[in-house]
């Protein structure tokens, strides 16, 4: 049973266009919203985070939506530069064991 | 300092071998994580160790073994591995279970280490 749903698998963008990358959940127990940023090779890192009291959170060119009547947020590069090639994915925590709950990953390609 | 290190970056193996995978934080972290990845899927969670305990094992084949020798440390032993086994392994740490609530939630991942089991 898959949580969390995460579009597009894939996205090419150009350089200075913006990268959106949606999630959808289930389990409105979550309670705590991070996108996690991953390069080849290397192992995943928090990107940016947002918690359920507040609809938007911006920190440089990176910013969360979140809609909790629709269960959803989403994350909006701006100025979308070749070094954010990456894989990005949402993964709210659950539970005691403070499991991840991993989207599928979305991969980014930006184009110079 | 958010750095957790793995040791080795690249490991081969045969399926009759038996190799251990390191990890190691300094970060005064509780909580340490063994994941998998798959190549093109999202990390797959093994292990929990809370305060140097065995927390979770999320139904892992007994042919991997964790081993938390102390609050920084964390390795995996492996033996009779398949090649389906074959994977980037990765290590990360966080403050402590802290249930999902705040930022003492994050976790800190390692770089990894690719095993290929022959």
């Known amino acids: 049973q898959q949580q969390v749903k995460q579009s597009p698998q894939s996205l090419i963008v150009q350089k200075g266009g913006i990268s959106i990358i949606n999630c959808a959940y289930e389990?409105?127990?979550?309670?705590?919203f991070p996108w996690y940023q991953q390069f080849p090779g290397k192992g995943p890192a928090l990107l940016i985070a947002i918690r359920p009291d507040v609809s938007e959170k911006k920190e440089g060119r990176f910013t969360i939506s979140f809609n909790k009547s629709a269960k959803q947020f989403s994350l909006h590069i701006m100025d979308s530069q070749p070094g954010d090639s990456a894989t990005y994915f949402c993964a709210p925590p659950k539970g005691a064991g403070n499991k991840l709950t991993f989207g599928g990953g979305t991969r980014v390609l930006v184009k110079p | 300092d958010t750095e957790v290190t793995q040791t080795p970056k690249h490991l081969v193996m045969g399926m009759t071998n038996k190799k251990s995978l390191k990890c190691e934080q300094h970060?005064?972290?509780?909580?340490m994580y063994w994941y998998k990845q798959k190549a093109k899927k999202p990390p797959e969670l093994m292990f929990v160790y809370s305060y140097e305990k065995l927390s979770i094992n999320e139904s892992v084949p007994s042919r991997f073994s964790p081993e938390c020798p102390n609050s920084s440390l964390l390795n995996l032993h492996l033996h009779a591995l398949q090649p389906e086994d074959s994977a980037l392994y990765l290590c990360?740490?966080?403050?402590?279970?802290?249930?999902?609530?705040?930022?003492?939630?994050?976790?800190?991942f390692g770089p990894g280490t690719r095993l290929t089991v022959l």
């Open positions: 389990n409105t127990a979550f309670d705590y």
């Open positions: 990360a740490s966080s403050q402590d279970l802290s249930h999902g609530r705040g930022f003492t939630d994050t976790q800190y």
């Open positions: 970060m005064g972290h509780r909580a």
